[in-house]
């Protein structure tokens, strides 16, 4: 483990003659911490009182068209 975390290397795990799995260096994380989204939100450009009412009209659209599929699939 050394090796991979130091050293950048790979390690293939083989179970006869093929390789199942393979072990290497994590690389960091992209995105960004949900913990700071409140934050980041309160801080952005805010919504006009039309713009709020809009985006739930679309938000609930959505919704509805994802409840549409999921029923299609039962």
Request: glycine share 6%.
């Given at each position: 483990?050394?090796?991979?975390?130091?050293?950048?290397?790979?390690?293939?795990?083989?179970?006869?003659?093929?390789?199942?799995?393979?072990?290497?260096?994590?690389?960091?994380?992209?995105?960004?911490?949900?913990?700071?989204?409140?934050?980041l939100?309160?801080?952005?450009p805010?919504?006009?009182?039309?713009?709020?009412?809009?985006?739930?009209?679309?938000?609930?659209?959505?919704?509805?068209?994802?409840?549409?599929?999921?029923?299609?699939?039962?």
């Open positions: 483990m050394s090796q991979v975390q130091y050293k950048g290397m790979v390690l293939d795990i083989v179970r006869g003659k093929r390789i199942v799995a393979r072990i290497s260096p994590a690389r960091q994380a992209d995105g960004f911490p949900i913990q700071q989204l409140d934050d939100l309160g801080k952005g805010q919504l006009s009182a039309a713009d709020k009412l809009l985006m739930a009209s679309d938000v609930r659209a959505v919704r509805e068209q994802l409840r549409t599929k999921a029923d299609l699939r039962t």
